[in-house]
C-alpha cells in the first residue's frame, strides 16, 4: 500500500512537499516515483528514483524546480516541489515497481490514491 500526503493550494511561486510511505510490502521497492494527471488529459511521469544505480528521471516541465528524494529505510519517497506554476496543478500519484527505471505509468506495479496540488495564479 502507498499512501501519499502533502497536496492542497498553493499560489504561484510556492512550494510544496509531497510524502509517499510504502506499507505491508516485506520486499524492497527499488523504484518510487511520481505521475501527475489532469481531467482528460493521460497520467504523466513527474519524477522517478531507482536505487540500484541512483537513477532518477525527471520531466522537463519541472527540471530545475522539483526534486525527487528517498529515506534511509528505501519505503519512503519525497516530491519537493518549488517554484509551483498553475500549470502544475494535478492529482499527483505515487508509484513503485521492485527494480528498474521506467517513465512509463503501466510499468508500475502499485499505486497510492492521488494527492490534489492546485496552484493558484
Known amino acids: 500500500q502507498l499512501v501519499e500526503s502533502g497536496g492542497g493550494l498553493v499560489q504561484a511561486g510556492g512550494s510544496l512537499r509531497l510524502s509517499c510511505v510504502a506499507s505491508?510490502?516485506?520486499?524492497?521497492?527499488?523504484?518510487m516515483g511520481w505521475f501527475r494527471q489532469v481531467p482528460g488529459k493521460q497520467r504523466e511521469l513527474v519524477a522517478t528514483f531507482f536505487n540500484g544505480f541512483g537513477n532518477i528521471r525527471y520531466a522537463e516541465s519541472v527540471k530545475g524546480r522539483f526534486a525527487i528524494s528517498r529515506d534511509s529505510n528505501r519505503n519512503t519517497v519525497y516530491l519537493q516541489m518549488n517554484s509551483l506554476k498553475p500549470e502544475d496543478t494535478a492529482v499527483y500519484y505515487c508509484?513503485?515497481?521492485?527494480?528498474?527505471?521506467?517513465?512509463?505509468?503501466?510499468?508500475?506495479?502499485?499505486w497510492g490514491q492521488g494527492t490534489q496540488v492546485t496552484v493558484s495564479s
Open positions: 508509484a513503485a515497481r521492485p527494480s528498474g527505471i521506467s517513465i512509463v505509468d503501466r510499468d508500475y506495479d502499485f
Open positions: 505491508g510490502a516485506t520486499f524492497s521497492l527499488n523504484t
